[in-house]
């Protein structure tokens, strides 16, 4: 169990649908990353928040937005949903004193 | 840009035999650290080991070491005594800078499988 928390396990919603996917960190990391996983373009940086803040953009779309709340949980929205977005969401954090990101088990989002 | 590169799709290696995942990297910066994740069929993503760009000696963990080669810029991964359980998709992935707060770059994946 690497302490990272991700809500729901498994999403499947119609095209056009809007969701939220929910990550709470392991205990004092301030640092949490959201990833996509998919079959043709593998693990894909989204988007990084430290301590509340936005701290780097990978290759989050526009439809795409994401925050970290102050009980330092987060957030990914994703709306109007695309068939090509069916993929693997990962969460991961860090934290000081930590060379490695520790992951959660992922939310499986199934657009049909 | 930062760029990792794992030139196996897939390999296969007979039980209790070693093998050695390849991975190369690209990147301008003298700070950055390596690392090795593995991923069962069930999808979660674990933490193998972790290579520092400063670090002399290669990393080890149990039957996992790091082969650290940086003139050539590349951090292959060593599994000793491979296991059934080791079947699974790996993943090396760069951080630039030694702090642990940027986020990784991952490169496309090897998709081990561990013969009986």
């Known amino acids: 169990d690497s302490g990272v928390t991700q809500t729901p396990k498994h999403l499947i919603t119609a095209t056009g649908q809007r969701v939220t996917l929910r990550c709470s960190p392991r205990s004092g990391d301030l640092s949490v990353y959201w990833y996509q996983q998919s079959l043709d373009q593998g693990l894909q940086f989204l988007i990084q928040?430290?301590?509340?803040?936005?701290?780097a953009k990978g290759n989050i779309l526009e439809r795409f937005s994401a925050q970290q709340f102050p009980d330092l949980h987060s957030e990914l929205n994703l709306s109007s949903l695309e068939l090509g977005d069916s993929a693997l969401y990962f969460c991961a954090s860090s934290g000081a004193g930590n060379t490695e990101a520790f992951f959660g088990q992922g939310t499986r989002l199934t657009v049909v | 840009a930062q760029k990792i590169t794992q030139t196996q799709p897939g390999m296969f290696v007979q039980e209790k035999e070693a093998v050695t995942l390849d991975c190369t990297y690209d990147t301008s910066d003298q700070s950055y650290g390596l690392f090795w994740y593995k991923q069962p069929s069930s999808g979660e993503m674990i933490f193998l080991i972790y290579?520092?760009?400063?670090?002399?000696q290669n990393a080890t963990e149990g039957r996992y070491s790091l082969n650290f080669q940086k003139a050539r810029k590349s951090a292959n991964l060593v599994i000793s005594a491979s296991q059934l359980g080791d079947s699974a998709m790996y993943f090396c992935a760069m951080r630039e800078g030694l702090g642990s707060q940027g986020n990784l770059i991952f490169g496309k994946g090897t998709k081990l499988s561990v013969k009986p």
């Open positions: 928040y430290y301590n509340g803040e936005e701290r």
């Open positions: 290579q520092g760009s400063y670090d002399e």
